[in-house]
Nanobody
């Protein structure tokens, strides 16, 4: 069994900052990539940022958000600065990984709410 557990979601004013964390646990042999997606009400889920051997960002967050990873702790972080109301969404962690049973697939966390409002 593999679990991804997110934390750090909150309500913040425009211009504020938040740091999201996502810890992976279970029968994990190797993690190839981790990322953050978000889904706002009435919209499709979209990629925010991902990290494997390099990082990749959506244009809308480039320069404001930073993704990082602690491989030893199987944890990915998303530092979000200069938050805007349009960043309001449920943020989901994703991991592309191989289990000890040699099964490779994507896993999702349960989501954490980020609300940016004055």
């Amino acid at each position: 069994q593999v679990q991804l557990v997110e934390s750090g979601g909150d309500s913040v004013q425009p211009g504020g900052s938040l740091r999201l964390s996502c810890a992976a646990s279970g029968s994990i042999l190797s993690i190839y990539a981790m990322g953050w997606y978000r889904q706002a009400p009435g919209k499709q889920r979209e990629l925010v940022a991902s990290i494997d051997t390099s990082t990749n960002y959506a244009d809308s967050v480039n320069g404001r958000f930073t993704i990082s990873r602690d491989n030893a702790k199987k944890t990915v972080f998303l530092q979000m600065n200069s938050l805007k109301p349009e960043d309001t969404a449920v943020y989901y962690c994703n991991a592309d990984l191989m289990t000890y049973g040699l099964a490779r697939r994507n896993y999702w966390g349960q989501g954490t709410q980020v609300t940016v409002s004055s």
